[in-house]
């Protein structure tokens, strides 16, 4: 029982950890999305009006992140709030984990829109070159670096 209890509070524990970060990185992104989007305009050779619909896309999606963050409240640090030997400990725990759950499934579902909605912009010759251009940079890591950023291996060890 502890086991079971446990496990999940440092799943829920790791979940709002990473949600907590990726919000937190929003501004930064911002600026490596604005290159992002200038390279792909350039590689794909989008036209004017290509430009302003996914502009309008990505406006769009920054403003509901934003709104999502705020809408959360701080609730990815409810964990440290808790305390363990409350009686109710252990349903706080799991209702943490159902939150957590809950808002990667929303962020999951938001991203699956949004290359619904780019697909459709694009041509089909676009869209091959976007999904290579995704490809190559799933290859080299999500942020650009390889999967030890920027660091060869023998830096790592």
Known sequence: MRTT????????????TILTGATAGIALAHDRGDERHERMA?????SDEQ???????????REAMLERRDER????MALGALD?????FDAEVEKLIADAQARVAERIQAQAEMKRKMSEILTPEQREKWQAMMAERGERGE???????????RDCR
Do not use: C, I, M, Y
């Not at 430009?51 to 999606?61: F, I, T």
């Not at 942020?143 to 950023?149: A, D, R, S």
């Open 5 to 16: 209890t446990f496990r999940k509070l440092v799943t829920g524990a790791v979940a709002a």
């Open 42 to 46: 350039r590689v794909l050779e989008l």
């Open 51 to 61: 430009q302003a619909q996914l502009q309008q896309l990505w406006s769009e999606r």
């Open 73 to 76: 409240g701080g609730k990815g």
């Open 84 to 88: 363990p030997t409350a009686d109710n």
């Open 143 to 153: 942020h650009g670096f390889g999967k030890h950023h920027g660091k060869k291996d």
